[in-house]
T-cell receptor, first 112, second 113 residues
Framework: DAKTTQPPSMDCAEGRAANLPCNHS???????VYWYRQIHSQGPQYIIH???NNETNEMASLIITEDRKSSTLILPHATLRDTAVYYC?????????????FGAGTRLFVKA | NAGVTQTPKFRVLKTGQSMTLLCAQD?????MYWYRQDPGMGLRLIHY???????AKGEVPDGYNVSRLKKQNFLLGLESAAPSQTSVYFC????????????FGNGTRLTVT
């Protein structure tokens, strides 16, 4: 599975959009991009995933570049409760979750 | 609908003691997983199961055993605990459909002295 590169930490002002980048330059055509987050002391929480097209759900939006070598997770109106570690993961399509490999992620600090 | 439930939440063991961590899910998921999380190491897969009665090794299986006697439960056993097994343990589950995301429990914090 392709590896991902994320900045170790980012700050965001409360109420502003948080844009978390992820580089996956070696991604294959059959690999999906997944985002999870982990709030302190809790288990990771699934946010969103996509293959080629941009995706949006009630939590966030996922923007994938046309060449699929990078993506951005957007939290449109960050709150203090969004302070967490965010993991970007790539996984081959139609494989089990045992192919989910977590890296170090990005620690997002949302400040009042 | 509780999702994924892990028991106990905290445990302290002495070196050489044994224990079993229980994971239960009420989502009728086929797949279940055990991860451990250590500072600076991220989450690493210990064992997983793709169905009742089946188990398989993950990235760091040594020192652990697992059983999946019922679809909704996945047990992680430590036969002889070592200080290196001090960690936070997370259980997760997913459907068997391709691209299904993982659903995690809130962890068991284990300290081995």
């Amino acid at each position: 599975d392709a590896k991902t590169t994320q900045p170790p930490s980012m700050d965001c002002a409360e109420g502003r959009a948080a844009n978390l980048p992820c580089n996956h330059s070696t991604i294959s055509g059959n690999e999906y991009v997944y985002w999870y987050r982990q709030i302190h002391s809790q288990g990771p929480q699934y946010i969103i995933h996509g293959l080629k097209n941009n995706e949006t759900n009630e939590m966030a939006s996922l923007i994938i570049t046309e060449d699929r070598k990078s993506s951005t997770l957007i939290l449109p109106h960050a709150t203090l409760r969004d302070t967490a570690v965010y993991y970007c993961i790539v996984r081959v399509a139609n494989t089990g979750g045992f192919k989910t490999i977590f890296g170090a992620g990005t620690r997002l600090f949302v400040k009042a | 609908n509780a999702g994924v439930t892990q028991t106990p939440k905290f445990r302290v063991l002495k070196t050489g003691q044994s224990m079993t961590l229980l994971c239960a899910q009420d989502m009728n998921h086929e797949y279940m997983y055990w991860y451990r999380q250590d500072p600076g190491m991220g989450l690493r897969l210990i064992h997983y199961s793709v169905g009742e009665g089946t188990t398989a090794k993950g990235e760091v299986p040594d020192g652990y055993n697992v059983s999946r006697l019922k679809k909704q439960n996945f047990l992680l056993g430590l036969e002889s605990a070592a200080p290196s097994q001090t960690s936070v343990y997370f259980c997760a589950s997913s459907t068997d459909r391709g691209n299904s995301p993982l659903h995690f429990g809130n962890g068991t914090r284990l300290t081995v002295t």
